[in-house]
């Protein structure tokens, strides 16, 4: 797991000359030294992003950020880190420092005169292949006098994180150029710690649990929560998917994820199969949510390293819980349409001495629409009925072929099943490759032969109250 404990390496440029850093105008032309490379745990990049400040001279300002090639690259050597600042149009290199510890780094800058100071910061590991990574632009507002703000809200760079890792709390206050002491508290205490001057919130290892982090200066004051354990209570109507999830923990080759569930007397249970970051199953349909077994459930996922970690300790999330509402409505499956079908026509000389197979055409696709929801399953059949004139009636059979299956309709047959989805599935095809194959018969007369073909859609198992719909359609085969 990524655990960042922050070891602040302040580097301090506490005299900077007035020809090397100048007040910067605005942040156009050019915007960066290059684009701001984000972060995935594959591909690497800045971790955690350096942020704006404000600060009343003779104050400094403390930046604080960390960078990472990613979860793949299991060596590191070194990454040097360089300060830009962009003056009179274009960028200079600051500073430039190389590390071997890789737990965090800060830059402590001291401009002199009033003016916003614009900076990026490069990252280039040793030995690693695309390590080179470019932070967010980001200012130092530096003012003579104290500037109150009116507004304070507060982010967080993720607002749920494992036990030992790390996120960032920013403050952000109206206006864009107020400064202003912050202070911060947390509770319940023992569960994180937060540094007060880079606002970096470190959680405690094998410590869970649900944490308001509370930023403060003067009357002013926002809060927001931060889970630490990495899974969140989910609240689903009963019969539909439930989810639960290590929340921004990618699968990964370094660890085996094992979920339980938990009873009322702490008792965990290993869930067979739940051997992913990502456990979903369908919840109990019962609309008693008093005595459905699935209301209130319990769930936890134990993190097992492997591999290169494969001796480090154990990683428990916190323990999540499953609230069901009563069910939504349940819709119906319907059949939207059904084709009528003409064959060929059937050439009566031959038919005489041998069986005929004619193509089909379909006069409309063959739909079903289903917005239901649940475990069950929905299932279309079909019957075909004798195939006869007023005097007279032809053995015969229709192939249908959907797919990769095909189906043989007996005329004057039994219904047989054609098509089965899950609930919520609509379906929808065209008959194109249809046949209707007569058997040989002597004593066929000419005439326009007509046949029943009846839908019928039902759910399995069957529904109590709800019978099975049909449509039928009709099939017309005339003789030369």
Known sequence: MRRIALILLIVWLSVIPANTISAADTLNNPAYVKPPSGYTWVLGGF????????????????????SSPGDLIPFKTSVKYTLW???????????????????????????????????????????????????KVFSVNATTTTIPPTVLRL?????????????????????????????????????????????IITSQPNKTGRVTITATTGKLSASTQLLVGGVKNQTVAAGDLATFELDG????????FKWYNIDAAGKRTAISGATHSRYQFTTNPNPNLSTNPDQNRLFQVELIPKGRFSSADHIWSNIATLTLTAPRPNPEPNIVSVPSLATAPINLSAIVSQSAELPVEASDQLAVADAGHGNDLWQLTAQL????????????????????????????????????????TPFSALLTDATLVIDRDPFASAGVYYATLTWRLALIPPAENLQPTEKAATVKSESE
């Open 47 to 66: 971790n955690s992003e350096p942020q704006s400040n404000n600060i009343v001279l003779p104050n400094k300002a403390t930046i604080t950020f960390n």
């Open 85 to 135: 600042q962009r003056s009179g149009g274009a960028w200079k290199n600051i500073q430039t420092r190389t590390y071997t510890d890789f737990s965090g780094a800060s830059f402590t800058i001291a401009p002199t005169i009033p003016g916003t100071y614009t900076f990026q910061i490069q990252a280039d590991w040793a030995g690693v292949i695309a390590g080179t990574y470019f932070s």
């Open 155 to 199: 982010n967080l760079d993720r607002d749920t994180i494992l036990p030992g890792e790390s996120t960032r709390a920013e403050v952000i206050l109206t206006p864009a150029n107020a400064t202003a002491n912050v202070t911060w508290s947390v509770a319940p205490a023992g569960i994180v710690t937060i540094d007060s001057q880079s606002g």
């Open 249 to 256: 923990l990618n699968e990964s080759t370094d660890y085996t």
């Open 385 to 424: 009925s004798t195939l006869q004139t007023n005097e007279t009636s032809l053995s015969a059979a229709l192939q249908l072929q959907m797919g990769t299956n095909q189906t043989a309709l007996t005329a004057g047959g039994e219904a047989v099943p054609v098509v089965r989805q899950p609930r919520g």
